[in-house]
Protein backbone atom coordinates (compact mmCIF):
# COMPACT_ATOMS: atom_id res chain seq x y z
CA UNK A 1 0.00 0.00 0.00
CA UNK A 2 1.12 3.68 -0.19
CA UNK A 3 0.91 6.20 1.93
CA UNK A 4 -0.94 8.66 -0.40
CA UNK A 5 1.92 8.01 -3.44
CA UNK A 6 -0.11 0.87 -1.63
CA UNK A 7 1.02 -2.74 -2.77
CA UNK A 8 2.82 -5.56 -4.38
CA UNK A 9 2.57 -7.48 -6.99
CA UNK A 10 4.40 -10.22 -5.22
CA UNK A 11 4.91 -13.92 -5.47
CA UNK A 12 4.80 -14.73 -2.12
CA UNK A 13 4.19 -18.21 -1.71
CA UNK A 14 3.23 -19.34 1.95
CA UNK A 15 1.72 -22.85 3.64
CA UNK A 16 -1.11 -23.01 5.61
CA UNK A 17 0.51 -25.06 8.15
CA UNK A 18 3.70 -22.82 8.36
CA UNK A 19 1.47 -19.38 8.48
CA UNK A 20 -0.41 -20.73 10.99
CA UNK A 21 2.68 -21.50 13.16
CA UNK A 22 4.56 -18.28 12.01
CA UNK A 23 4.03 -14.72 11.95
CA UNK A 24 -0.14 -14.44 11.54
CA UNK A 25 -2.24 -16.66 13.71
CA UNK A 26 -4.84 -18.43 11.18
CA UNK A 27 -6.64 -20.68 13.59
CA UNK A 28 -10.05 -19.36 14.59
CA UNK A 29 -10.71 -16.99 17.37
CA UNK A 30 -13.52 -16.07 19.70
CA UNK A 31 -15.55 -13.11 18.75
CA UNK A 32 -13.74 -9.80 19.12
CA UNK A 33 -14.50 -6.28 19.06
CA UNK A 34 -15.30 -3.50 16.30
CA UNK A 35 -17.14 -0.49 18.54
CA UNK A 36 -15.30 2.69 19.60
CA UNK A 37 -12.29 3.64 20.96
CA UNK A 38 -9.55 5.88 20.02
CA UNK A 39 -5.70 5.98 19.24
CA UNK A 40 -3.22 7.29 21.76
CA UNK A 41 -4.07 11.35 22.75
CA UNK A 42 -0.50 12.06 24.97
CA UNK A 43 2.26 13.51 22.75
CA UNK A 44 3.59 10.62 21.40
CA UNK A 45 2.61 7.73 19.18
CA UNK A 46 0.37 4.88 20.51
CA UNK A 47 2.24 1.52 20.10
CA UNK A 48 2.67 -0.12 16.97
CA UNK A 49 -0.41 -1.70 15.77
CA UNK A 50 1.01 -3.23 12.51
CA UNK A 51 2.90 -6.11 14.27
CA UNK A 52 2.12 -9.29 12.70
CA UNK A 53 1.01 -10.66 16.45
CA UNK A 54 -1.78 -7.64 16.37
CA UNK A 55 -3.44 -9.87 13.75
CA UNK A 56 -5.36 -12.87 14.41
CA UNK A 57 -8.32 -14.82 11.39
CA UNK A 58 -11.98 -14.52 12.91
CA UNK A 59 -14.63 -17.01 12.65
CA UNK A 60 -18.38 -17.25 11.38
CA UNK A 61 -19.41 -15.24 14.90
CA UNK A 62 -17.16 -12.46 14.15
CA UNK A 63 -18.13 -12.19 10.62
CA UNK A 64 -21.49 -11.73 11.74
CA UNK A 65 -23.42 -8.80 11.72
CA UNK A 66 -24.45 -6.08 12.79
CA UNK A 67 -21.41 -4.36 14.07
CA UNK A 68 -20.90 -3.89 17.66
CA UNK A 69 -22.90 0.24 18.24
CA UNK A 70 -20.35 2.64 19.52
CA UNK A 71 -21.22 4.14 23.15
CA UNK A 72 -23.14 7.08 22.35
CA UNK A 73 -23.34 7.46 18.65
CA UNK A 74 -26.82 8.27 17.02
CA UNK A 75 -28.23 8.85 13.61
CA UNK A 76 -28.19 11.96 11.09
CA UNK A 77 -26.08 14.83 10.44
CA UNK A 78 -23.52 15.65 7.85
CA UNK A 79 -19.73 14.75 8.53
CA UNK A 80 -17.65 16.93 6.40
CA UNK A 81 -14.07 15.37 4.84
CA UNK A 82 -11.64 17.78 4.21
CA UNK A 83 -8.79 16.16 1.66
CA UNK A 84 -5.23 17.68 0.63
CA UNK A 85 -5.08 15.62 -2.63
CA UNK A 86 -8.54 14.80 -5.05
CA UNK A 87 -9.24 11.01 -4.61
CA UNK A 88 -7.33 9.43 -7.42
CA UNK A 89 -9.92 6.66 -8.16
CA UNK A 90 -13.38 5.26 -6.75
CA UNK A 91 -13.33 2.30 -8.84
CA UNK A 92 -12.57 -0.56 -5.89
CA UNK A 93 -10.42 -2.54 -8.62
CA UNK A 94 -8.15 0.70 -8.92
CA UNK A 95 -7.81 1.56 -5.00
CA UNK A 96 -4.47 1.14 -3.84
CA UNK A 97 -3.99 4.37 -1.72
CA UNK A 98 -4.27 5.44 1.95
CA UNK A 99 -6.93 7.61 1.51
CA UNK A 100 -9.29 6.19 -1.06
CA UNK A 101 -9.06 2.66 0.99
CA UNK A 102 -10.30 4.79 3.69
CA UNK A 103 -13.30 6.20 1.41
CA UNK A 104 -13.98 2.92 0.18
CA UNK A 105 -14.96 1.35 3.73
CA UNK A 106 -17.82 3.67 3.27
CA UNK A 107 -19.28 2.36 -0.20
CA UNK A 108 -17.32 -0.87 -1.12
CA UNK A 109 -17.41 -4.55 0.53
CA UNK A 110 -14.49 -7.43 0.12
CA UNK A 111 -15.17 -11.02 0.56
CA UNK A 112 -13.56 -10.72 3.64
CA UNK A 113 -12.44 -6.99 5.78
CA UNK A 114 -10.56 -5.91 8.65
CA UNK A 115 -12.42 -5.85 12.15
CA UNK A 116 -10.74 -3.76 14.88
CA UNK A 117 -11.36 -3.65 18.28
CA UNK A 118 -11.08 -0.83 20.75
CA UNK A 119 -7.73 -1.64 21.67
CA UNK A 120 -6.57 -1.37 17.60
CA UNK A 121 -6.30 -5.25 17.46
CA UNK A 122 -7.05 -6.61 14.20
CA UNK A 123 -9.11 -10.02 13.09
CA UNK A 124 -9.86 -10.64 8.83
CA UNK A 125 -13.49 -11.58 9.05
CA UNK A 126 -15.96 -12.11 6.44
CA UNK A 127 -17.57 -9.37 5.02
CA UNK A 128 -19.70 -10.44 1.82
CA UNK A 129 -18.44 -13.99 2.95
CA UNK A 130 -19.73 -16.02 5.87
CA UNK A 131 -16.53 -16.23 6.80
CA UNK A 132 -13.07 -15.81 6.23
CA UNK A 133 -12.91 -18.66 3.74
CA UNK A 134 -12.32 -22.31 4.09
CA UNK A 135 -9.34 -24.00 2.59
CA UNK A 136 -8.74 -27.49 1.23
CA UNK A 137 -6.00 -29.26 -1.63
CA UNK A 138 -3.29 -27.96 0.83
CA UNK A 139 -3.93 -24.46 0.48
CA UNK A 140 -4.14 -24.08 -3.19
CA UNK A 141 -8.17 -24.04 -3.17
CA UNK A 142 -10.08 -21.68 -1.21
CA UNK A 143 -13.61 -22.03 -0.91
CA UNK A 144 -16.21 -18.74 0.23
CA UNK A 145 -19.86 -18.66 1.11
CA UNK A 146 -21.97 -15.52 0.39
CA UNK A 147 -23.97 -14.18 3.17
CA UNK A 148 -28.00 -14.33 3.18
CA UNK A 149 -29.19 -10.71 2.55
CA UNK A 150 -26.31 -8.92 1.09
CA UNK A 151 -27.90 -6.17 -1.85
CA UNK A 152 -26.62 -3.96 -4.26
CA UNK A 153 -27.63 -0.02 -3.51
CA UNK A 154 -30.65 -0.89 -5.80
CA UNK A 155 -32.04 -3.69 -4.06
CA UNK A 156 -30.84 -6.38 -6.33
CA UNK A 157 -28.86 -9.23 -4.61
CA UNK A 158 -25.39 -9.68 -4.58
CA UNK A 159 -24.36 -13.43 -6.14
CA UNK A 160 -21.59 -15.35 -6.63
CA UNK A 161 -21.52 -14.41 -10.50
CA UNK A 162 -21.28 -10.59 -9.00
CA UNK A 163 -18.37 -11.45 -7.47
CA UNK A 164 -16.51 -13.73 -10.53
CA UNK A 165 -17.25 -10.26 -12.99
CA UNK A 166 -15.22 -8.18 -10.21
CA UNK A 167 -12.49 -10.04 -10.15
CA UNK A 168 -12.13 -11.32 -14.14
CA UNK A 169 -12.63 -7.36 -14.82
CA UNK A 170 -9.41 -7.07 -13.18
CA UNK A 171 -7.74 -8.30 -16.41
CA UNK A 172 -8.82 -5.66 -18.29
CA UNK A 173 -5.96 -3.52 -19.61
CA UNK A 174 -7.26 -0.83 -18.13
CA UNK A 175 -7.23 -2.34 -14.24
CA UNK A 176 -3.40 -1.26 -13.63
CA UNK A 177 -3.33 0.50 -10.03
CA UNK A 178 -5.20 -1.95 -7.67
CA UNK A 179 -3.53 -4.86 -5.58
CA UNK A 180 -3.11 -7.69 -8.06
CA UNK A 181 -2.76 -11.04 -5.59
CA UNK A 182 -5.61 -13.10 -6.43
CA UNK A 183 -5.59 -12.74 -10.54
CA UNK A 184 -1.62 -13.59 -10.05
CA UNK A 185 -2.00 -16.36 -8.40
CA UNK A 186 -4.87 -17.78 -10.49
CA UNK A 187 -3.55 -16.64 -13.68
CA UNK A 188 0.40 -15.67 -14.09
CA UNK A 189 2.97 -13.57 -12.10
CA UNK A 190 4.18 -9.65 -13.13
CA UNK A 191 1.74 -8.68 -16.01
CA UNK A 192 1.64 -12.25 -17.38
CA UNK A 193 -1.91 -13.46 -16.11
CA UNK A 194 -3.91 -10.99 -17.97
CA UNK A 195 -3.00 -14.03 -20.95
CA UNK A 196 -5.41 -16.08 -19.41
CA UNK A 197 -8.43 -13.18 -19.98
CA UNK A 198 -7.03 -10.26 -22.32
CA UNK A 199 -10.60 -8.16 -22.42
CA UNK A 200 -11.69 -9.29 -19.13
CA UNK A 201 -15.45 -10.40 -19.30
CA UNK A 202 -16.33 -8.20 -21.69
CA UNK A 203 -16.14 -9.74 -24.48
CA UNK A 204 -18.09 -12.78 -23.15
CA UNK A 205 -15.18 -14.48 -21.87
CA UNK A 206 -14.32 -16.27 -18.05
CA UNK A 207 -11.95 -17.65 -16.32
CA UNK A 208 -12.06 -21.63 -16.72
CA UNK A 209 -14.04 -23.22 -13.66
CA UNK A 210 -10.99 -24.99 -12.83
CA UNK A 211 -9.26 -21.66 -11.99
CA UNK A 212 -12.19 -19.58 -11.23
CA UNK A 213 -15.27 -21.32 -9.98
CA UNK A 214 -18.99 -20.16 -8.88
CA UNK A 215 -21.10 -23.49 -9.14
CA UNK A 216 -24.24 -21.64 -7.26
CA UNK A 217 -24.89 -18.23 -6.42
CA UNK A 218 -23.57 -18.48 -3.20
CA UNK A 219 -20.21 -20.00 -3.86
CA UNK A 220 -16.72 -18.62 -5.18
CA UNK A 221 -13.91 -21.05 -5.57
CA UNK A 222 -10.15 -20.18 -6.17
CA UNK A 223 -8.04 -22.81 -7.57
CA UNK A 224 -4.11 -21.34 -6.83
CA UNK A 225 -1.33 -22.97 -8.71
CA UNK A 226 0.19 -22.98 -5.58
CA UNK A 227 -0.68 -22.97 -1.48
CA UNK A 228 -1.72 -19.39 -0.38
CA UNK A 229 -2.07 -19.31 3.41
CA UNK A 230 -2.62 -15.66 3.63
CA UNK A 231 -5.89 -15.58 1.18
CA UNK A 232 -8.04 -14.19 3.87
CA UNK A 233 -5.60 -11.24 3.60
CA UNK A 234 -5.51 -11.07 0.07
CA UNK A 235 -9.90 -11.24 -0.59
CA UNK A 236 -9.68 -8.09 1.95
CA UNK A 237 -8.04 -6.05 -0.71
CA UNK A 238 -10.54 -3.85 -2.17
CA UNK A 239 -10.90 -5.31 -5.80
CA UNK A 240 -12.06 -8.73 -4.59
CA UNK A 241 -15.80 -7.96 -4.00
CA UNK A 242 -18.70 -7.73 -6.44
CA UNK A 243 -19.37 -5.70 -9.19
CA UNK A 244 -22.68 -5.88 -11.14
CA UNK A 245 -22.45 -6.37 -14.63
CA UNK A 246 -24.93 -4.21 -16.55
CA UNK A 247 -23.62 -1.29 -13.91
CA UNK A 248 -20.25 -2.20 -15.18
CA UNK A 249 -18.90 0.98 -17.17
CA UNK A 250 -15.29 0.27 -17.40
CA UNK A 251 -13.07 3.14 -17.01
CA UNK A 252 -15.96 5.33 -16.51
CA UNK A 253 -16.77 3.18 -13.48
CA UNK A 254 -14.35 4.97 -11.39
CA UNK A 255 -16.75 8.28 -11.69
CA UNK A 256 -19.70 6.05 -10.23
CA UNK A 257 -19.15 2.82 -8.66
CA UNK A 258 -22.27 0.58 -7.57
CA UNK A 259 -22.75 0.31 -3.79
CA UNK A 260 -22.82 -2.83 -1.41
CA UNK A 261 -22.03 -0.48 1.57
CA UNK A 262 -23.64 1.69 4.02
CA UNK A 263 -22.94 4.91 1.78
CA UNK A 264 -23.31 5.47 -1.80
CA UNK A 265 -22.19 7.67 -4.54
CA UNK A 266 -25.00 11.04 -5.04
CA UNK A 267 -22.10 13.18 -6.59
CA UNK A 268 -18.61 13.49 -7.67
CA UNK A 269 -16.84 16.47 -9.01
CA UNK A 270 -13.59 14.79 -10.43
CA UNK A 271 -10.68 17.05 -8.90
CA UNK A 272 -13.21 19.22 -6.56
CA UNK A 273 -16.01 17.13 -4.50
CA UNK A 274 -17.95 13.94 -3.55
CA UNK A 275 -20.89 13.68 -1.71
CA UNK A 276 -21.98 10.01 -0.39
CA UNK A 277 -25.55 9.39 1.15
CA UNK A 278 -26.93 6.66 2.87
CA UNK A 279 -27.64 3.49 0.66
CA UNK A 280 -30.76 2.56 1.93
CA UNK A 281 -30.60 -1.22 0.71
CA UNK A 282 -27.40 -1.69 3.05
CA UNK A 283 -28.60 -4.42 5.90
CA UNK A 284 -26.56 -3.94 8.91
CA UNK A 285 -27.44 -7.39 9.88
CA UNK A 286 -25.11 -8.58 7.45
CA UNK A 287 -22.42 -6.23 7.78
CA UNK A 288 -19.86 -6.95 11.08
CA UNK A 289 -17.68 -3.56 10.65
CA UNK A 290 -19.55 -0.89 8.99
CA UNK A 291 -22.10 1.80 10.83
CA UNK A 292 -24.84 4.20 9.04
CA UNK A 293 -24.92 6.42 11.54
CA UNK A 294 -24.33 10.10 9.59
CA UNK A 295 -26.96 11.15 6.85
CA UNK A 296 -24.02 11.75 4.55
CA UNK A 297 -20.19 12.61 3.61
CA UNK A 298 -19.30 15.74 2.16
CA UNK A 299 -15.63 15.13 0.96
CA UNK A 300 -13.78 18.17 -0.68
CA UNK A 301 -10.19 18.09 -2.05
CA UNK A 302 -7.55 21.17 -2.48
CA UNK A 303 -6.99 21.48 1.73
CA UNK A 304 -3.34 21.99 2.76
CA UNK A 305 -2.78 20.53 5.96
CA UNK A 306 -2.06 24.32 7.21
CA UNK A 307 -5.72 24.75 5.82
CA UNK A 308 -7.23 21.77 7.28
CA UNK A 309 -5.43 22.03 10.67
CA UNK A 310 -6.63 25.39 11.61
CA UNK A 311 -10.21 24.73 10.74
CA UNK A 312 -10.03 21.69 13.34
CA UNK A 313 -8.60 23.99 15.83
CA UNK A 314 -10.97 26.70 15.25
CA UNK A 315 -13.88 24.43 15.81
CA UNK A 316 -16.39 26.64 14.51
CA UNK A 317 -19.82 26.05 11.72
CA UNK A 318 -19.83 22.94 9.77
CA UNK A 319 -15.90 22.84 11.10
CA UNK A 320 -17.07 21.32 14.49
CA UNK A 321 -18.72 18.32 12.50
CA UNK A 322 -15.43 17.58 10.53
CA UNK A 323 -12.26 15.47 9.95
CA UNK A 324 -9.86 14.17 7.38
CA UNK A 325 -9.27 10.68 6.31
CA UNK A 326 -5.73 11.04 6.09
CA UNK A 327 -4.38 15.23 6.36
CA UNK A 328 -2.04 15.28 8.80
CA UNK A 329 -1.99 18.21 11.71
CA UNK A 330 0.21 20.79 9.94
CA UNK A 331 3.79 20.63 11.40
CA UNK A 332 4.61 23.92 12.25
CA UNK A 333 1.07 23.70 13.99
CA UNK A 334 2.27 20.78 15.62
CA UNK A 335 2.63 22.32 19.53
CA UNK A 336 0.00 24.92 19.44
CA UNK A 337 -2.53 21.92 19.11
CA UNK A 338 -0.54 19.53 21.88
CA UNK A 339 -0.85 22.66 24.18
CA UNK A 340 -4.91 23.32 23.36
CA UNK A 341 -6.50 21.70 25.83
CA UNK A 342 -9.67 21.19 24.33
CA UNK A 343 -8.03 19.01 21.51
CA UNK A 344 -6.93 16.11 23.85
CA UNK A 345 -9.49 14.14 23.25
CA UNK A 346 -9.75 14.40 19.47
CA UNK A 347 -6.64 13.79 18.47
CA UNK A 348 -4.57 10.55 17.97
CA UNK A 349 -0.47 10.12 16.54
CA UNK A 350 -0.49 6.65 16.28
CA UNK A 351 2.67 4.58 14.15
CA UNK A 352 1.46 4.08 10.39
CA UNK A 353 3.00 0.87 8.17
CA UNK A 354 4.54 2.79 5.94
CA UNK A 355 7.84 4.18 5.19
CA UNK A 356 8.64 6.89 3.44
CA UNK A 357 11.91 6.54 0.58
CA UNK A 358 13.56 8.80 -1.72
CA UNK A 359 13.57 6.48 -5.29
CA UNK A 360 16.43 6.89 -7.48
CA UNK A 361 15.62 6.06 -11.24
CA UNK A 362 17.72 3.62 -12.50
CA UNK A 363 17.06 3.87 -16.32
CA UNK A 364 18.60 6.97 -15.96
CA UNK A 365 20.59 7.28 -12.73
CA UNK A 366 23.09 4.11 -13.94
CA UNK A 367 26.07 4.92 -12.31
CA UNK A 368 25.65 3.26 -8.92
CA UNK A 369 28.17 4.93 -7.22
CA UNK A 370 25.95 8.66 -7.96
CA UNK A 371 23.18 6.22 -6.04
CA UNK A 372 25.33 5.15 -3.17
CA UNK A 373 26.66 9.43 -3.22
CA UNK A 374 22.62 10.61 -3.10
CA UNK A 375 21.59 7.81 -0.48
CA UNK A 376 24.29 9.34 1.89
CA UNK A 377 23.42 12.69 1.38
CA UNK A 378 20.14 12.55 2.10
CA UNK A 379 19.19 14.52 4.96
CA UNK A 380 16.73 12.42 6.57
CA UNK A 381 16.72 13.87 10.03
CA UNK A 382 15.82 17.24 8.24
CA UNK A 383 13.20 15.84 6.27
CA UNK A 384 11.50 14.40 9.60
CA UNK A 385 11.95 18.05 10.76
CA UNK A 386 9.71 19.00 8.10
CA UNK A 387 6.70 16.37 8.16
CA UNK A 388 6.19 17.09 12.04
CA UNK A 389 9.17 15.52 14.10
CA UNK A 390 8.26 13.70 16.64
CA UNK A 391 4.94 13.75 15.59
CA UNK A 392 5.40 12.66 11.83
CA UNK A 393 8.06 10.55 11.56
CA UNK A 394 11.20 8.17 12.92
CA UNK A 395 14.25 8.33 10.76
CA UNK A 396 14.75 5.30 9.11
CA UNK A 397 17.58 3.09 8.40
CA UNK A 398 16.44 0.36 6.15
CA UNK A 399 13.89 -0.30 3.57
CA UNK A 400 11.76 -2.40 6.27
CA UNK A 401 9.42 -1.61 8.94
CA UNK A 402 10.23 -2.61 12.52
CA UNK A 403 6.46 -3.98 12.02
CA UNK A 404 8.13 -6.88 10.03
CA UNK A 405 9.05 -10.00 11.37
CA UNK A 406 12.78 -10.73 11.36
CA UNK A 407 13.37 -7.10 11.20
CA UNK A 408 16.56 -5.43 12.20
CA UNK A 409 17.89 -2.34 12.96
CA UNK A 410 20.17 -2.15 10.22
CA UNK A 411 21.23 1.46 9.03
CA UNK A 412 24.12 1.12 6.41
CA UNK A 413 24.79 4.70 5.59
CA UNK A 414 24.51 5.63 8.77
CA UNK A 415 20.99 7.62 9.09
CA UNK A 416 21.24 8.01 12.47
CA UNK A 417 24.70 8.84 13.01
CA UNK A 418 24.46 11.33 10.69
CA UNK A 419 20.96 12.42 10.04
CA UNK A 420 21.28 15.60 8.40
CA UNK A 421 23.70 13.32 5.29
CA UNK A 422 26.98 12.79 4.86
CA UNK A 423 28.14 15.42 2.24
CA UNK A 424 31.80 14.23 2.14
CA UNK A 425 31.53 10.68 1.70
CA UNK A 426 28.94 11.44 -0.61
CA UNK A 427 31.57 13.54 -2.81
CA UNK A 428 34.41 11.07 -2.29
CA UNK A 429 31.95 8.53 -4.29
CA UNK A 430 31.19 11.63 -7.36
CA UNK A 431 34.71 12.35 -7.45
CA UNK A 432 35.42 8.23 -8.05
CA UNK A 433 32.97 8.23 -10.47
CA UNK A 434 33.68 11.35 -12.27
CA UNK A 435 30.37 12.79 -11.99
CA UNK A 436 31.04 16.05 -9.84
CA UNK A 437 28.61 18.45 -10.44
CA UNK A 438 26.13 15.46 -11.41
CA UNK A 439 22.98 17.31 -12.46
CA UNK A 440 19.47 15.39 -10.74
CA UNK A 441 16.37 16.02 -11.70
CA UNK A 442 14.26 15.79 -8.39
CA UNK A 443 10.66 15.59 -9.00
CA UNK A 444 8.07 16.51 -5.45
CA UNK A 445 4.39 17.04 -5.45
CA UNK A 446 3.13 20.70 -4.96
CA UNK A 447 2.03 20.39 -1.12
CA UNK A 448 2.87 22.91 1.75
CA UNK A 449 5.20 19.94 3.69
CA UNK A 450 6.57 18.67 0.36
CA UNK A 451 8.28 22.31 -0.95
CA UNK A 452 9.47 22.26 2.51
CA UNK A 453 11.15 19.28 2.23
CA UNK A 454 12.53 20.32 -1.36
CA UNK A 455 14.18 22.95 0.04
CA UNK A 456 16.05 20.83 3.03
CA UNK A 457 16.86 18.09 0.18
CA UNK A 458 17.66 20.26 -2.53
CA UNK A 459 20.66 22.25 0.14
CA UNK A 460 21.99 19.06 1.52
CA UNK A 461 22.44 17.51 -2.41
CA UNK A 462 24.16 21.27 -3.55
CA UNK A 463 26.30 20.68 0.08
CA UNK A 464 27.29 17.36 -1.54
CA UNK A 465 28.51 18.27 -4.80
CA UNK A 466 24.92 17.58 -6.77
CA UNK A 467 23.76 20.83 -9.44
CA UNK A 468 19.82 20.22 -8.50
CA UNK A 469 17.11 20.68 -11.14
CA UNK A 470 13.66 20.76 -9.35
CA UNK A 471 10.37 19.89 -10.94
CA UNK A 472 7.62 20.97 -8.74
CA UNK A 473 3.91 18.17 -9.62
CA UNK A 474 0.62 18.94 -9.12
CA UNK A 475 0.03 17.23 -6.20
CA UNK A 476 -3.56 15.35 -7.88
CA UNK A 477 -1.41 14.19 -10.94
CA UNK A 478 1.61 13.21 -8.56
CA UNK A 479 0.86 9.34 -8.60
CA UNK A 480 0.62 8.80 -11.72
CA UNK A 481 3.38 10.82 -12.64
CA UNK A 482 5.85 9.02 -10.84
CA UNK A 483 4.90 5.62 -11.74
CA UNK A 484 5.13 6.00 -15.42
CA UNK A 485 8.04 3.99 -16.80
CA UNK A 486 9.50 6.70 -18.53
CA UNK A 487 9.15 9.18 -16.18
CA UNK A 488 11.65 11.98 -16.82
CA UNK A 489 12.55 12.50 -13.22
CA UNK A 490 15.96 11.09 -11.65
CA UNK A 491 14.97 11.28 -7.92
CA UNK A 492 11.06 11.43 -6.26
CA UNK A 493 9.35 10.60 -2.45
CA UNK A 494 7.56 7.30 -3.04
CA UNK A 495 5.85 5.58 0.45
CA UNK A 496 4.94 2.27 0.80
CA UNK A 497 3.55 -0.38 3.50
CA UNK A 498 3.30 -3.67 3.91
CA UNK A 499 -0.21 -5.09 3.18
CA UNK A 500 -0.30 -7.56 5.85
CA UNK A 501 3.14 -7.76 8.12
CA UNK A 502 5.62 -10.07 6.48
CA UNK A 503 7.94 -8.75 4.02
CA UNK A 504 7.37 -10.53 1.36
CA UNK A 505 4.43 -8.06 0.40
CA UNK A 506 7.75 -4.96 0.83
CA UNK A 507 10.69 -6.33 -0.95
CA UNK A 508 8.75 -8.28 -4.19
CA UNK A 509 6.38 -5.64 -4.89
CA UNK A 510 9.09 -2.34 -4.85
CA UNK A 511 12.68 -4.80 -6.26
CA UNK A 512 11.45 -7.43 -8.44
CA UNK A 513 12.22 -6.16 -11.69
CA UNK A 514 9.29 -8.26 -13.57
CA UNK A 515 6.41 -6.16 -12.12
CA UNK A 516 8.11 -3.03 -13.71
CA UNK A 517 5.20 -1.50 -15.52
CA UNK A 518 2.87 1.93 -15.68
CA UNK A 519 0.94 2.08 -12.51
CA UNK A 520 3.51 -0.65 -10.55
CA UNK A 521 5.03 0.17 -7.34
CA UNK A 522 8.80 -0.71 -8.25
CA UNK A 523 9.67 3.17 -8.88
CA UNK A 524 12.93 2.54 -8.59
CA UNK A 525 12.85 0.71 -11.95
CA UNK A 526 15.50 -2.09 -10.59
CA UNK A 527 15.87 -5.35 -12.53
CA UNK A 528 18.68 -7.06 -11.43
CA UNK A 529 18.44 -10.60 -11.91
CA UNK A 530 20.16 -11.86 -9.12
CA UNK A 531 17.51 -9.83 -6.70
CA UNK A 532 14.56 -11.32 -9.14
CA UNK A 533 15.57 -15.06 -8.09
CA UNK A 534 16.64 -14.24 -4.70
CA UNK A 535 13.00 -13.06 -4.72
CA UNK A 536 11.78 -16.42 -5.99
CA UNK A 537 13.63 -18.42 -3.93
CA UNK A 538 12.45 -16.70 -0.52
CA UNK A 539 9.39 -16.71 -1.75
CA UNK A 540 9.19 -20.64 -1.96
CA UNK A 541 10.38 -20.97 1.78
CA UNK A 542 6.68 -22.15 3.57
CA UNK A 543 7.94 -21.46 7.00
CA UNK A 544 7.35 -17.26 7.24
CA UNK A 545 9.54 -17.22 10.40
CA UNK A 546 12.31 -19.08 8.30
CA UNK A 547 11.64 -16.19 5.16
CA UNK A 548 11.61 -13.53 7.53
CA UNK A 549 15.41 -12.76 7.96
CA UNK A 550 15.97 -13.71 4.65
CA UNK A 551 13.54 -11.12 3.20
CA UNK A 552 15.81 -8.60 5.66
CA UNK A 553 18.79 -9.69 3.96
CA UNK A 554 17.87 -9.37 0.76
CA UNK A 555 16.66 -5.88 1.62
CA UNK A 556 19.71 -4.56 2.79
CA UNK A 557 21.48 -6.46 0.24
CA UNK A 558 19.23 -4.35 -2.10
CA UNK A 559 20.01 -1.10 -0.39
CA UNK A 560 23.81 -1.16 -0.28
CA UNK A 561 24.71 -3.03 -3.73
CA UNK A 562 21.71 -1.84 -6.45
CA UNK A 563 20.70 1.46 -4.37
CA UNK A 564 17.38 2.12 -6.02
CA UNK A 565 16.21 4.62 -3.60
CA UNK A 566 16.82 5.67 0.29
CA UNK A 567 14.64 4.89 2.91
CA UNK A 568 14.13 8.47 4.86
CA UNK A 569 11.14 7.96 7.64
CA UNK A 570 8.53 5.76 9.23
CA UNK A 571 5.14 7.58 9.03
CA UNK A 572 3.70 8.59 12.26
CA UNK A 573 -0.10 10.04 11.51
CA UNK A 574 -1.29 12.95 13.81
CA UNK A 575 -4.76 13.49 13.29
CA UNK A 576 -7.13 15.92 14.71
CA UNK A 577 -11.26 16.54 13.93
CA UNK A 578 -14.16 18.66 14.80
CA UNK A 579 -15.42 18.73 18.50
CA UNK A 580 -19.05 17.86 17.07
CA UNK A 581 -17.65 13.94 15.93
CA UNK A 582 -17.80 10.82 17.98
CA UNK A 583 -16.55 7.56 17.10
CA UNK A 584 -13.59 8.90 15.62
CA UNK A 585 -10.28 6.35 15.93
CA UNK A 586 -7.18 4.98 14.28
CA UNK A 587 -7.79 2.20 11.46
CA UNK A 588 -3.76 0.05 11.59
CA UNK A 589 -4.31 -1.62 8.49
CA UNK A 590 -4.80 1.50 6.27
CA UNK A 591 -2.79 4.14 8.45
CA UNK A 592 -5.89 6.40 8.59
CA UNK A 593 -8.89 7.99 10.25
CA UNK A 594 -11.39 4.84 10.51
CA UNK A 595 -15.00 6.50 9.12
CA UNK A 596 -17.09 3.25 9.79
CA UNK A 597 -17.99 4.54 13.25
CA UNK A 598 -18.06 8.19 13.14
CA UNK A 599 -21.09 9.97 14.31
CA UNK A 600 -22.16 13.23 14.47
CA UNK A 601 -23.06 14.25 18.35
Not at 261 to 269: R, T
Not at 508 to 535: C, W
Amino acid sequence: MTATTRSPRHRARLSAVALAAGALVLSACSSGGGGGGGGATSQGPGEDKNKSSNYSIGGKDDSTGPAPEVAGAKKGGTVTVLQRDAFNHLDPGQIYFADVLANQMLYNRSLTTYKVDDRGRVKVVGDLATDAGRSSDGGKTWTFTLKDGLKFEDGSPVTAQDVRWGIERLYASFETDGPLYIPQWLSGDGNDFRKALPDGPYNGGHLPSSVLDTPDEKTVVFHFRAPHADTPFATAMPNIGAVKKDKDTQRKYDNAPFSTGPYKVADFKVGKSLTLVRNENWDPKTDPVRHQYADRFEISFGHQYADSTRRFLADQGADRTALSFSNAVAPEMTEKVLNQADTKARRFVEVQPYVDYISFNTSRLKDVRVRKALAYAMPNGQIVQQVGGATGGIIAGNYLSPAMDGYQPTDPYGKKAKPAGDPDKARQLLKEAGKEGQEIVYAYPNTDVQQKVSVVVTQALERAGFKVQKKEIDSNTWRTAIAEVDNKFDIYRTSWGADWPVSATVVAPLFDGRQIADGSQNYGHLNDPAVNAEVDRISAIPDVKKAAPEWQKLADRILTEDVPGVPTFYNLQFSLWGSGLGGVRYHPVYGTVDPTGVYVK
